[in-house]
């Protein structure tokens, strides 16, 4: 039987907090407790197969903020909030906008017992309807992460599920904005850590001073202002991933550090001598390229070998037009989970101006405007219109902006029919054989069902 917790049960009352967990043990399930939100989120990922429970009233991120962010990783994740007498308003208005149900202090453990019953059968029962869309589909968890039918995006998700399978340390390459963070959230959950942490850490938005507390913790008195002991990054995500973004902003003298707790899988807390053993894949993601810095002196070669074991460059938007139209749709049915709006129509000049486009932002900046139309904020008119020719288009040749053209419509027309072939040829009306002359030419890709 699993021991992955199926219960996630976040109250800061330490009392309330052991008595519902105990409650809930004792009639057979198996429950995680917390008293903050953040690490109770960090156990929940799209196949999740439990329920969220949390108390409205937290420090730091409250409870509605918790079920916000935990609907944002799978919108059906059942979340029963807990609220006092006057907070009845709050935890009506929370239900409007997703969770599951409420349960009103006082009130026995029976009857969250009840709840909770019924919440998980909910999820079970809604987990087994998306694993039989996804095998009629064909569309495995990987293919919902790494989005498109180009060579290009195969072929990475080729090379993640290849590499998740291993428990090697993972160099992650990318311009800005390409997903890189998708890429490495895609090796850990389908990975044999899935059921572990996941810890990511941005080397570039933390001071340099307060990195290394930050990624190996501290004992009380390490250093002015360490009124307590410190769990670091690396010691939280024991037995599972960590993610060491942007680790080219990492300070020279930091990166010797951290090259000694790679090595030795342990760490010493500032401030002790005492050896904490590690057991942690890392990953490491940068835009730069880090054997041109090492070269240069403003990285350490040494680290760079070290967490080069595998690398998995992720392409740019640019490099795989033809997945824009699909990508588009997935980030839009992302922000309807999020806004609870409805995705607007998107007229095919559109996709053909977005497809031609050259996204310096990559999917990011896709991500943007996906949900700036599902907002409402953006209208899909807006994004054809003659001003910004330029901005879709570019300033290339002829043949260059014509290919382009080309290329967004056979993609387009291939992701209105499911990436069939015949009615796509037929809606194009061109033959078989110049539909695939074309296709090679420009790169495109699709799965072939049969003339179906």
């Known amino acids: 039987m699993s021991s992955d917790p199926e219960i996630l049960l976040v109250d800061d009352d330490d009392d309330l907090r052991l008595t519902l967990a105990q409650g809930l043990e004792l009639a057979g399930f198996r429950v995680a407790a917390f008293n903050r939100g953040e690490p109770a989120l ?12 949390s108390d409205i009233r937290l420090p730091g991120m409250d409870g509605s903020a918790v079920m916000k962010a935990a609907l944002e990783i799978d919108a059906s994740i059942p979340v029963v909030l807990i609220t006092g007498h006057g907070d009845v308003s709050l935890a009506v208005e929370s239900m409007k906008a997703g969770a599951y149900d409420f349960i009103e202090k006082p009130f026995p453990t029976s009857e969250l017992e009840a709840v909770v019953a019924r919440a998980l059968e909910r999820r079970r029962l809604m987990l087994e309807n998306r694993t039989l869309r996804e095998q009629l589909s064909g569309v495995t968890g990987l293919e919902e992460r790494i989005v498109g039918r180009s060579p290009i995006a195969v072929d990475l998700r080729k090379q993640v599920s290849m590499v998740a399978a291993s428990d090697a340390d993972v160099l992650i390459l990318g311009e800005t904005g390409v997903g890189k963070d998708v890429v490495a959230r895609a090796l850990h959950d389908t990975g044999p850590r899935a059921a572990k942490p996941f810890v990511a850490l941005n080397c570039a938005a933390l001071p340099a001073q307060l990195i290394e507390s930050e990624l190996f913790g501290h004992l009380a008195g390490a250093f002015n202002g360490a009124r307590e002991m410190r769990i670091g990054k690396l010691e939280h995500a024991n037995g599972g991933t960590v993610l060491l973004d942007e680790i080219d902003s990492m300070p020279l003298d930091l990166q010797a550090k951290l090259l000694r707790v790679i090595e030795t899988r342990s760490l010493e807390k500032l401030g002790s001598n005492k050896t904490v053993a590690l057991d942690l894949r890392f990953l490491a993601a940068s835009k730069a390229d880090l054997q041109k810095l090492s070269e240069a002196g403003g990285f350490r070669e040494d680290l760079y070998y070290r967490l080069n074991v595998v690398t998995i460059a992720v392409p740019p938007l640019s490099a795989r037009r033809g997945d824009i139209p699909l990508l588009l749709h997935h980030l839009m049915r992302k922000a309807r989970a999020r806004y609870r709006r409805e995705i607007p129509d998107i007229p095919p000049a559109v996709l053909t101006a977005l497809s031609a486009a050259d996204w310096p932002g990559n999917v990011r900046e896709l991500r943007n405007i996906a949900d ?5 904020v953006l209208k899909p008119e807006d994004l054809a219109g003659e001003g910004d020719a330029e901005r879709f ?3 290339g040749t002829l043949a260059e902006q014509v290919g382009a053209f080309e290329r967004a419509v056979i993609a387009r027309s291939l992701s209105a029919n499911e990436g069939r072939i015949k009615p796509t040829y037929e809606a194009l009306r061109v033959s078989r054989k ?6 090679r030419k420009h790169g495109i890709s699709a799965d072939d069902p049969g003339d179906v």
């Open 42 to 53: 960090e156990h929940i990922t799209p196949g999740f197969a439990g329920a969220l429970i």
């Open 393 to 395: 288009f570019g300033d």
């Open 434 to 439: 110049t539909l695939y002359d074309k296709m």
């Open 372 to 376: 700036r139309l599902v907002l409402g």
